[in-house]
């Protein structure tokens, strides 16, 4: 409780800093969600609904509908883990683990939350909206299940995404370099953005068992759909984020007991 308070106190003392400049809070907000627009409307033109009508054997509306989820999570994964894509520049490189040791709390949740991304409510408010658009296109009913899953593995996905970005960035303390082997595995994540069935095997086999993007989007959405047997894969989806979390907790955890300072 007391360490809640104090993590509390981060995101007080993080958004009061923000908000000093509010007008230019709200520019970020807004440049965020052109930027998470421009990439919906990539998918759109791919999908004009009248030269191309669909991926495979999923339709217009059902890709939006799993790009809509995708943003959702996505849009939370950025707004904590924004200090993990820098990790190893700034803490290991730089020497500001040091000072993270020396407090008395867990040094995963001050990394985490030194820093806050809150620049992707607006990624957060147009993967909301498409989520909605689509399932307003494909006549989906939600009840309260269907609205409780969709938080649930919303969830999950950046627990997912956020244990996965946790192990790249436990190899920092192994491997000094500044800019980390992030960049590869962040622009996978726009493969979990579409239906898994569209790539080739080798693919899939990535996204389902190395990298679980497939768990971030793809098969939650598939709760909705009639669309082959996703169910095991599909409410897996929160064991997958434990799984995850706990393979990231422990790679980090071995990374801080061999970490040994700059000096700087």
């Not at 991304?117 to 299940?145: C, E, P, Q, R, W």
Request: proline residues 4%; neutral net charge; hydrophobic residues 55%.
């Amino acid at each position: 409780m007391h360490a809640l308070r104090i993590y509390s106190a981060y995101f007080a003392q993080f958004l009061k800093q923000r908000l000093i400049y509010r007008w230019d809070f709200v520019a970020s907000i807004m440049s965020n969600m052109l930027m998470t627009v421009s990439g919906l409307l990539f998918v759109l033109f791919l999908l004009d609904g009248q030269t191309v009508t669909a991926l495979g054997d999923w339709s217009r509306e059902e890709v939006l509908f799993i790009y809509g989820y995708a943003m959702i999570s996505m849009a939370i994964f950025s707004s904590i883990a924004i200090n993990l894509y820098g990790f190893s520049d700034r803490y290991i490189i730089q020497g500001d683990f040091d000072r993270v040791l020396l407090r008395p709390l867990g040094t995963l949740p001050q990394v985490l939350f030194e820093s806050f991304n809150l620049d992707s409510l607006g990624s957060l408010l147009v993967g909301g909206l498409t989520l909605s658009y689509a399932s307003t296109k494909l006549a989906l009913s939600f009840g309260m299940i269907d609205l409780l899953w969709v938080v649930v593995s919303s969830v999950s996905g950046a627990c997912i995404l956020i244990s996965i970005f946790v192990l790249l960035a436990s190899f920092s303390f192994h491997f000094e370099d500044r800019i980390g082997i992030n960049p590869p595995f962040f622009n996978m994540i726009a493969f979990g953005r579409y239906p898994l069935p569209i790539f080739p095997p080798v693919i899939r086999f990535i996204l389902q068992w190395v990298v679980p993007y497939a768990f971030v989007a793809f098969y939650p959405a598939t709760h909705f759909f009639d669309h082959g047997d996703f169910a095991a894969f599909c409410y897996s989806t929160p064991l997958v984020a434990i799984v995850t979390a706990l393979i990231a907790w422990g790679a980090w955890g071995f990374g801080v007991s061999r970490y040994t300072s700059t000096g700087s």
